[in-house]
């Protein structure tokens, strides 16, 4: 019962009903003031900063967000009673996970206060202010000088919350509650294969705009050879305005007005001078989308993406994708989930130039939009994806809201991102029926929001004997099929027989091999002629196996290896060779490759170079 209790008192303090909100796509160009830094913080384990302990509201003695200076109203008030001091808590730099606050945050599961003031020189007169964080793991509550401005649900994606009444001319206190607790009903639900890292862990802005400003705008290539735009403007006078698409390399200028809802959507054939963005020439220009006095900008490539029968089709022509999955987590031995560019392009030119990659799998959720402008610029094909993951609430209403929203968040922010082709809504989740409605509903959200880029889920796929069939019925409802295969790490195989086996489908359709692989510690090594488990030349065998059953799979358009580099995750505690790390990775946490790196470096350069 009690348990009971503490789950409706987190739901109602963070419902996922309150999601929706602005967008402010492209934020991360707009000019703001970052909040990013010196933020201090203070453990809240029995959650005193939400409820008095009989329940109901929250004591003075305990409430973190309160529009005061605990030291100051004690000095003047010796009787005032305070369990906490904000102003004198540690202080933590973020972005980046609590993990790396303290040693005693190692595990630490709940909810955390962080707090620091900024300045407003003067309020502006007919102007908005929205603060935007690109992520807080899980939930947030946001208070602006003692108010409440909103709360999130979902620790992976966008979110921007109007602070426009909220503000005062000169010092202005911001306080966030974030708890990183989840529960059945969350998504993902509480068990993963991956470090939870709660916290604040993408950058922070305020943001000032007109009344009325461009909130949303994307822009596309289709396969009709057409540029087709849509702008929504938010505010008194969305409606009935004049907007604009301008790509002034191209000399293209595309105008309308708005409807009744503030949006617009128009179209004009492509000019010719258009380079199409590619791994091999990752072309991107700068496009403004305006109206009402507003401009939004951003960084755009153009290219199509298609399926026709069993082949992936990029600007018309099939293509192999050469690729990999990456966790959300920088190299090193304490990662606390903050990707910088520089973080970012570490990772992913181990992918694009070490491995001769042109595709990335970002697992198991929306991954900053550090790492997709990064994939845009370095020509990396990526696969985005929700963390629809195991044993989902499939027959909870608010669980498939949460996902719908997530969805929605997603693909608003990144579908402007030439670079990713995929938009997966699930990984390895059991098949039953109140699963297929639930991942058939997130299916027609992707398409309606994004109709210009692939569906795709990683399934498990059945097997009988020496046989493996694609026999999950979602098959049908997707563009591009993907499996994950662990034949000879999680099965009793013996490598020397992993190649022989045959994969089927019943639907015709290109398939990926969205993971695959096996743990080794960099360093241990095993020379035996049946190398042990966890040694690197385990691993190295059994991708030369695994990838020699990938070559005989004829509706094969891709590899995900399962992993780029070793992450954390509490479920992996064997002493000797995890110590809380998947030891999944072609790279150790710290970017040492493993043997296996260089068999999988020169397939890829073999099926690159056409050998």
């Not at 209790?5 to 967008?23: M, T, V």
Request: charged share 20%; net charge neutral.
């Amino acid at each position: 019962m009690v348990k009971l209790l503490r789950i409706l008192l987190i739901l109602l303090l963070f419902p996922a009903a309150a999601n929706a909100g602005p967008a402010l796509t492209a934020a991360d160009l707009r000019t703001s003031q970052s909040l990013d830094g010196a933020w201090h913080w203070s453990v809240d384990p029995y959650r005193d900063g939400l409820s008095g302990f009989h329940g109901g509201g929250v004591g003075s003695s305990s409430n973190r967000y309160a529009d005061i200076v605990q030291a100051d109203v004690a000095r003047d008030n010796p009787t005032a009673l305070f369990e906490f001091d904000m102003q004198r808590s540690p202080v933590a730099y973020l972005p980046g996970a609590w993990i790396g606050h303290s040693a005693e945050m190692r595990y630490y599961n709940g909810l955390v206060w962080y707090q620091r003031t900024f300045e407003v020189p003067a309020l502006q007169p007919g102007k908005r202010s929205f603060l935007r964080f690109g992520a807080v793991d899980y939930s947030a509550a946001v208070y602006v000088n003692g108010k409440l401005a909103g709360k999130h649900l979902g620790g992976f994606t966008p979110f921007a919350l109007e602070v426009t009444g909220l503000l005062r001319a000169g010092t202005n206190q911001i306080t966030v509650g974030v708890d990183s607790e989840r529960h059945d009903a969350d998504v993902p639900p509480p068990v993963t294969d991956w470090e939870n890292y709660g916290g604040i862990t993408r950058s922070v802005l305020l943001i000032t705009v007109s009344e009325t400003y461009v909130d949303d705008g994307w822009v596309r290539l289709g396969t009709d050879g057409r540029i087709t735009a849509g702008i929504r403007l938010d505010g008194a006078h969305a409606n009935d305005a004049p907007v604009a698409l301008r790509i002034p390399a191209l000399g293209l200028v595309l105008e309308g007005k708005t409807d009744a809802n503030g949006r617009w959507t128009g179209s004009i054939a492509a000019p010719r001078k258009l380079a199409r963005w590619s791994p091999e020439s990752p072309t991107l220009y700068d496009v403004s989308f305006e109206g009402a006095g507003d401009t939004m900008k951003d960084r755009v490539g153009f290219r199509t993406i298609e399926v026709k029968g069993e082949d992936i089709l990029l600007n018309g022509k099939s293509i192999f994708l050469r690729g990999i999955c990456l966790h959300e987590e920088e190299l090193g031995d304490n990662p606390v989930r903050a990707i910088t560019p520089a973080a970012a392009r570490a990772l992913l030119t181990e992918v694009r130039d070490g491995l001769h990659g042109n595709f990335v799998r970002l697992a198991h959720y929306p991954h900053s939009e550090v790492m997709t402008r990064m994939a845009d610029e370095l020509g990396l094909l990526v696969w985005s994806e929700v963390p629809v993951y195991w044993r989902v609430n499939w027959s909870n209403p608010d669980t498939l809201a949460t996902a719908r929203a997530m969805v929605r968040e997603s693909i608003t922010r990144d579908r402007n991102r030439a670079s990713i082709i995929l938009w997966s809504v699930a990984n390895e989740t059991p098949v039953n029926d109140a699963r297929n409605a639930f991942l058939r509903t997130l299916i027609g959200d992707v398409r309606s929001l994004d109709p210009s880029r692939l569906v795709t889920a990683a399934l498990l796929a059945g097997r009988q004997g020496n046989v493996q069939t694609i026999d999950d019925p979602l098959a049908a409802d997707l563009d591009v099929m993907a499996a994950n295969t662990y034949n000879g790490w999680y099965t009793p195989d013996p490598l020397a027989s992993v190649a022989a086996i045959e994969w089927r489908s019943p639907v015709r359709k290109p398939l990926i091999f969205s993971e695959f692989g096996a743990d080794a510690q960099a360093g241990y090594h095993d020379d035996a002629a049946a190398p042990h488990k966890f040694s690197e030349e385990f691993q190295a065998e059994y991708y030369r196996q695994t990838l020699a059953m990938a070559r005989r799979v004829p509706f094969l358009r891709g590899l995900a290896p399962w992993i780029l580099k070793d992450f954390r995750s509490p479920r992996r505690q064997h002493p000797v060779f995890q110590q809380g790390w998947n030891r999944k990775g072609l790279l150790s946490n710290t970017g040492q490759r493993k043997a296996a790196f260089f068999v999988l470096s020169d397939e890829y350069a073999r099926r690159r170079d056409g050998r």
